[in-house]
């Protein structure tokens, strides 16, 4: 069965790091993978998208990268900031599943002054 | 644009009682999701339809019914309600043409469901 993992465990991080988050994912064969930021009691909102044949994507603070040999991307916050302290989703998109939206379950990001 | 709504914020049902949430977008979004969150877990895919008259079950649909009359609408139905239904629900919308599934999906605020 399809299969979405990212670190289970909350990631705490020193302000003005580099925080990377992770997501693996197994039997699927995306074609885009999609990362969301998540408040706590609020909707999660849309931050990146990636396409297959792209090896990274870039947005201000933000970097993404996807192997789809390995089967996994990979989330970058540079320059962390006490805001950047939420829950990142990941979600892989296409072909098989195209229709449906599967989020992994998160990583919680905490950024520490 | 109002983007999701959902309404009611917060309900407490008893057990055995049913009621349905509500969900509506003002983006001419084809797709529209429910989805549930319990305590510190991820989202579940309850029910998810593509257009009007359309639906289809996700991972968690058991004890809920859908329906999709309507572009703009999509409520979930509770039918006999469970204390493991206690959970926040998140409808979402997005838009997908000729087979690409690139554009991104909005979030409503979100209900705060607890069964007693």
């Known amino acids: 069965s399809q299969k979405i993992e990212q670190n289970s465990e909350a990631l705490n991080i020193q302000e003005g790091k580099t925080a990377t988050l992770t997501c693996n994912y197994t039997?699927?064969?995306?074609?885009?993978l999609q990362w969301y930021r998540q408040d706590p009691g609020r909707g999660p909102v849309f931050l990146l998208l990636?396409?297959?044949?792209?090896k990274e994507k870039r947005k201000e603070r933000l970097k993404v990268t996807f192997d789809t040999t390995l089967k996994q991307s990979l989330f970058h916050i540079t320059a962390s900031q006490p805001a950047d302290s939420a829950t990142y989703l990941c979600?892989?998109?296409?072909?098989?599943?195209?229709?449906?939206?599967?989020f992994g379950s998160g990583t919680r990001l905490s950024i520490r002054p | 644009n109002a983007g999701v709504t959902q309404t009611p914020k917060f309900r407490i049902l008893k057990i055995g009682q049913s009621m349905t949430l509500q969900c509506t977008q003002d983006?001419?979004?084809?797709?529209m999701y429910w989805y549930r969150q319990d305590p510190g877990m991820g989202l579940k895919l309850i029910y998810y339809?593509?257009?009007?008259?359309?639906?289809d079950k996700g991972e968690v649909p058991n004890g809920y019914n859908v329906s999709r009359s309507t572009t703009e609408d999509f409520p979930l139905r509770l039918e006999l309600a469970a204390p493991s239904q206690t959970s926040v629900y998140f409808c979402?919308?997005?838009?997908?043409?000729?087979?690409?599934?690139?554009?991104?999906?909005?979030f409503g605020q979100g209900t705060r469901l607890t069964v007693v």
């Open positions: 979402a919308s997005s838009y997908s043409t000729g087979g690409m599934w690139n554009t991104e999906a909005f």
């Open positions: 039997n699927y064969s995306p074609a885009y």
């Open positions: 990636i396409r297959e044949n792209e």
């Open positions: 979600a892989p998109r296409g072909y098989s599943s195209a229709s449906k939206i599967i």
């Open positions: 983006m001419n979004h084809n797709y």
């Open positions: 339809s593509v257009g009007a008259g359309i639906t």
